[in-house]
């Protein structure tokens, strides 16, 4: 009941018995004996007017002492509270914003947290991965100066080696970078409409060499019966399969390594699939691969490199592109990855 409404109750009440007893003392007991009955009609009047003040008192103290002590909560930064009031008049309204205000107040709270936390972890494994080739290529720089590469042959493999490891520097820092802009929206995407089967079977091709120069053995299937066409931006989309790719080969353990890519229609949406037979990943490490700096790793062997954000870029640019990523994997065996493009539809214009 709105409050306008309790005093509006209150003014008529006080009103009506006012005048209906009035007219009764009047027309019951003449003039003289309505004098006496009125003044114990004030009596009643004023029980009735105190015990009407004290109910909207009350719906308005109770919830405004809640209001009291949330707010000291909220200024000591406690946001572990609950705003419970069930009165829909303008102070529940009040109170039902207020705990809105509460809500959105911790879960900004919580995000904080969980950001810095996730910034701590970043400049831990920065500083991790950074210091590992750093101090290599101290070392052979090192060497080189003391005269330790003494042949050209010493000498060529320090230099390769110090080359190598900038290389993973470098990549890293450009990985970091990337996942910067594309995490605030800084990379413009530059889509097109394309062929699937085209575009695909070139990525597979450029793999195919690639991988062949590392001798990993490379399989690609078109398991679509017709050609679609894609909205997509051609570089990003790479840099997703890419990057699946290189962490497969970053975990691969078998002697033998094999790469499969396949392309399959699903209804409004082309699937790609890539899978390995590397390491694999343990069922619960699966559901985290895509979260940002995660890494399966836990001792974080530096030998494999990376900063942990690769997959977590893959996600992002394939949600970018309106579609979705997911994983299968079993320990021993491989992993397998699947996302799904949109396929583009032409509407139909009415003429």
């Known amino acids: 009941m709105k409050l306008r409404t309790k005093l509006v109750i209150v003014y008529i009440t006080i009103m009506i018995l006012t005048t209906i007893s ?28 105190g015990l009407l003040i004290y109910w909207i008192y009350r719906t308005i103290s109770v919830p405004l002492a809640k209001l009291q002590k949330a707010a000291r909560n909220i200024k000591e930064g406690n946001l572990d509270f609950e705003i419970n009031i069930d009165g829909e008049d303008e102070i529940g309204q009040l109170c039902q914003d207020f705990e809105a205000m509460r809500i959105r107040l911790k879960a900004n709270a919580e995000e904080k947290v969980a950001f810095d936390r996730e910034n701590k972890e970043l400049i831990s494994n920065i500083s991790h991965d950074l210091k590992t080739p750093i101090t290599t290529i101290k070392g052979y ?21 110090i080359y190598n490891k900038a290389n993973e520097m470098d990549l890293l820092i450009n990985e970091l970078t990337l996942y ?34 590392k001798g990993v053995e490379f399989t ?16 990003q989309l790479r840099r997703v399969i890419n990057n699946i790719v290189s962490n497969s080969l ?3 353990d078998k002697p033998q390594g094999k790469i499969t890519m396949d392309l399959k229609d699903v209804g409004d949406f082309v699937q790609i699939e890539l899978g390995d037979n590397g390491k694999g990943i343990a069922s619960k490490d699966l559901p985290y691969i895509f979260d940002r700096f995660y890494r399966t790793d836990a001792s974080r062997n530096s030998s494999k490199g990376g900063s942990g954000i690769g997959l977590s870029i893959v996600k992002k640019i394939v949600e970018e592109h309106g579609g979705n ?8 065996a491989g992993t397998t990855m699947y ?13």
């Open 22 to 49: 009035t007219t009764i003392a009047v027309h019951t007991f003449g003039p003289q004996k309505a004098t006496e009955f009125q003044q114990l009609y004030l009596v009643v009047v004023f029980v009735t007017t």
């Open 141 to 161: 720089v090192e060497g080189i100066m003391d005269g330790v590469a003494d042949t050209p042959e010493k000498m060529d493999r320090y230099i390769k080696t």
């Open 180 to 213: 910067s802009k594309i995490d605030t929206n800084r990379i413009p995407y530059n889509f097109a409409t394309i062929s699937a089967k085209e575009y695909f079977q070139d990525c597979a091709d450029d793999l195919y060499m690639e991988l062949e120069a």
């Open 220 to 235: 690609y299937r078109n398991l679509m019966d017709d050609d679609c066409k894609v909205i997509v931006d051609p570089e």
């Open 250 to 252: 970053k975990y691969m």
């Open 325 to 332: 990523i997911w994983a299968t994997s079993e320990e021993g």
């Open 339 to 351: 996302f799904v493009i949109r396929k583009y539809q032409e509407v139909p214009i009415d003429e």
